[in-house]
């Protein structure tokens, strides 16, 4: 392990642990030159069982993450392959995962869910859209942090991978249960952009609801069974993402995008407020045209009096 007060490359000194994980251990340092401070990814290499096989897949997750700009997505400094650890020098992240706010808070509030969805689609659009297409493939809270100004970053890109048109054998029990989609368990198809949109609607379920689809009952439910205070616009979307057909869901995160801006119009509240409105647009209109007919009847029975007066 590195030591507190250590220098990494010369030039990264190591502050304190912030976080491990089941092969490696990540550290707060400090750039003293630029003044800056970066998160420090260390694997080491003896407490790794087939190490070069986890180095292959590190490289592979730095080398998508360094082709990389968004603002929800960390960006990769340097790495350093040494003989006795794979580093990795990354942006540090402040902040929290959601899966932690889950555990403090229980289901969070919907209307922070649905932001933090929209930046969550806006990413996906943009991996899905990197040529060749990114799918990231372990969307869930842990993997996602909560920043203090109440923005998200997605990390952890171990799973994903470029897309590969008819590469049927690219996804043998990748992701994590629960959240991952059926298709990511080998012999059900091809994991591509759909994938991620599953990913995400079950993401959704756990924060909106606090229930974990990892745990029984191993389902996805309507959401308003389990409160039935939240968006009905909601409910669809989740239930639309999560759909076993990757055909039956959004095809895109375009598509998905839309519907988030526009779920509230969806809710059963908004329709009824909106045939409440066309009823009284329609009683008005009727009165509109009872007044007409009747202001009508009245000047021609005028105009009759008149005349027969006359003759």
Known sequence: MLEIGSL??????ILNKVG????S??????????NKQWAVKEVRKDGVKDFEVVRQG???ETDILKKLNHPNLPSIIDVIDTDESFIIIMDYIQGNSLNKALEEFGAQPQ?????????????LGYLHSRTPPII???????????KPDGNITLIDFGTAREYKEKNLADTTCLGTVGYAAPEQFGGMGQT??????????????????????????????PIRQINPSLSAGLERIILKCTQRDPDDRYQSAAELMFALDHYKEDDDDFRKKQKRKLAAFATSLCLAFLCAAVSLWGYLSAEQKKRALCQ
């Not at 491990?20 to 092969?23: A, K, L, T, V």
């Not at 209307?111 to 990413?123: P, R």
């Open 111 to 123: 209307e922070n869910v649905i932001a933090w969805a929209k930046q969550l689609t806006d990413v």
């Open 8 to 13: 990494v490359d010369g030039k990264y000194k």
């Open 136 to 146: 990231y493939r372990d969307m869930k809270p842990a993997n996602i942090m909560l």
């Open 192 to 221: 591509d952009a759909r994938t991620d949109i599953y990913c995400l609607g079950a993401t959704l379920y756990h924060l909106v609801t606090g229930m974990n689809p990892c745990e029984p009952p191993y389902e996805i439910k």
């Open 25 to 34: 251990v990540v550290y707060l340092a400090m750039n003293e030159k630029a």
């Open 58 to 60: 590190l490289v592979a």
């Open 20 to 23: 491990q994980g089941g092969m």
